[in-house]
């Protein structure tokens, strides 16, 4: 293998490059390529498929290609009627036209329909954006509702455990009821998935119309007392804490891979632990009083998971600091209720 194969290996997609320093989109960027605007250490360039190193010198038309901004994150107050994409080809307004001049190039993480109001997160990093996107970081969406019409509660309890509706299967969802006004009803819907349109047909399987939804937060992001059209960036501090060790990839231009939680080779190698089954030995006739006591318990548990409390503690949490705090005192709290 030669030097040029090693070369062509080890660095990034020229488009990729060209899309980190803010210049474009990567699609634009080939465009950009293809039409001979792009010269790499000298070279006019016509295909994309090239991959270039850090010390490459890259000019587009004539123009030395500024070094790419470290990954940010803004959130943004998205008003109602605006459109989460670039270019509408019906002609709406669209997000990125009522942003403010001073801000670089960026992408959404995500997008909120043209009815849908609230938090939505921008950056100027496309590994950044992919890497929030991913189910598999578990990060919880919360959203305020209000509908018309009365909520079937018994199809409430389904959505805790998932359905699927017209073929798409949609993961459990927390639901809070907050109060019935007239004919609307406030409602508070928690989800980690995000589908098309999914908190509009989860209501509407309950038998709700959704007529106004606001994001309220997005992973540990909280749309706060921003008002409606502001952007504010995420300190770099912050979204540190938050990313974790996945920040250094993503600020040297790699995804980092989040693996869907698995059990070990070990548990899973486990066979399931079965109740244990006395062998000759006389059953005692009058039940002792551990197990007059463990009865008792059971009966309790059995009427607790009938009928849920409201306010369940979050499961799932995800495993940023922020969250790894509210864990680590649910389990002090334990300890000293068994003490």
């Given at each position: 293998?030669?030097?040029?194969?090693?070369?062509?290996?080890?660095?990034?997609?020229?488009?990729?490059?060209?899309a980190r320093s803010g210049l474009s989109s990567r699609r634009e960027a080939e465009t950009?390529?293809?039409?001979?605007?792009?010269?790499?250490?000298?070279?006019?360039?016509?295909?994309?498929?090239?991959?270039?190193?850090?010390?490459?010198?890259?000019?587009?038309?004539?123009?030395?290609?500024?070094?790419?901004?470290?990954?940010?994150?803004?959130?943004?107050?998205?008003?109602?009627?605006?459109?989460?994409?670039?270019?509408?080809?019906?002609?709406?307004?669209?997000?990125?036209?009522?942003?403010?001049?001073?801000?670089?190039?960026?992408?959404?993480?995500?997008?909120?329909?043209?009815?849908?109001?609230?938090?939505?997160?921008?950056?100027?990093?496309?590994?950044?954006?992919?890497?929030?996107?991913?189910?598999?970081?578990?990060?919880?969406?919360?959203?305020?509702?209000?509908?018309?019409?009365?909520?079937?509660?018994?199809?409430?309890?389904?959505?805790?455990?998932?359905?699927?509706?017209?073929?798409?299967?949609?993961?459990?969802?927390?639901?809070?009821?907050?109060?019935?006004?007239?004919?609307?009803?406030?409602?508070?819907?928690?989800?980690?998935?995000?589908?098309?349109?999914?908190?509009?047909?989860?209501?509407?399987?309950?038998?709700?119309?959704?007529?106004?939804?606001?994001?309220?937060?997005?992973?540990?992001?909280?749309?706060?007392?921003?008002?409606?059209?502001?952007?504010?960036?995420?300190?770099?501090?912050?979204?540190?804490?938050?990313?974790?060790?996945?920040?250094?990839?993503?600020?040297?231009?790699?995804?980092?891979?989040?693996?869907?939680?698995?059990?070990?080779?070990?548990?899973?190698?486990?066979?399931?632990?079965?109740?244990?089954?006395?062998?000759?030995?006389?059953?005692?006739?009058?039940?002792?009083?551990?197990?007059?006591?463990?009865?008792?318990?059971?009966?309790?548990?059995?009427?607790?998971?009938?009928?849920?409390?409201?306010?369940?503690?979050?499961?799932?949490?995800?495993?940023?600091?922020?969250?790894?705090?509210?864990?680590?005192?649910?389990?002090?709290?334990?300890?000293?209720?068994?003490?």
């Amino acid at each position: 293998m030669n030097d040029k194969t090693n070369q062509a290996i080890k660095g990034d997609r020229i488009a990729k490059v060209l899309a980190r320093s803010g210049l474009s989109s990567r699609r634009e960027a080939e465009t950009i390529i293809q039409a001979g605007r792009v010269t790499v250490n000298g070279k006019t360039i016509n295909s994309p498929a090239l991959n270039v190193l850090p010390s490459d010198r890259i000019t587009v038309d004539g123009k030395e290609l500024a070094q790419p901004d470290p990954p940010r994150l803004w959130r943004y107050y998205k008003p109602r009627g605006l459109v989460t994409t670039e270019r509408d080809p019906q002609g709406r307004a669209t997000i990125f036209s009522k942003l403010p001049d001073n801000l670089p190039r960026v992408l959404s993480v995500g997008r909120l329909d043209i009815n849908t109001e609230g938090l939505l997160l921008l950056t100027n990093d496309g590994g950044l954006k992919r890497y929030l996107e991913l189910p598999e970081t578990g990060w919880l969406r919360r959203y305020r509702v209000r509908a018309y019409g009365r909520p079937d509660q018994r199809k409430l309890l389904e959505l805790k455990k998932g359905i699927t509706l017209e073929g798409v299967h949609y993961r459990g969802v927390d639901v809070d009821v907050e109060r019935q006004q007239g004919g609307n009803v406030w409602l508070t819907i928690s989800l980690r998935e995000g589908k098309n349109r999914e908190v509009k047909k989860l209501l509407s399987y309950v038998g709700l119309e959704v007529n106004r939804l606001i994001r309220l937060s997005f992973g540990p992001f909280q749309l706060g007392n921003l008002e409606t059209g502001a952007v504010e960036e995420i300190p770099r501090r912050v979204l540190r804490q938050q990313l974790g060790s996945t920040w250094s990839d993503i600020a040297e231009g790699r995804v980092p891979q989040v693996k869907p939680k698995t059990r070990s080779k070990q548990t899973a190698d486990r066979p399931e632990k079965k109740p244990a089954r006395a062998l000759n030995k006389p059953v005692s006739k009058s039940p002792s009083k551990s197990d007059t006591t463990f009865k008792a318990k059971s009966h309790k548990e059995k009427s607790q998971s009938d009928n849920p409390p409201k306010n369940l503690p979050e499961k799932n949490v995800t495993p940023w600091k922020m969250s790894e705090t509210k864990t680590t005192s649910k389990k002090k709290t334990l300890k000293l209720k068994n003490k």
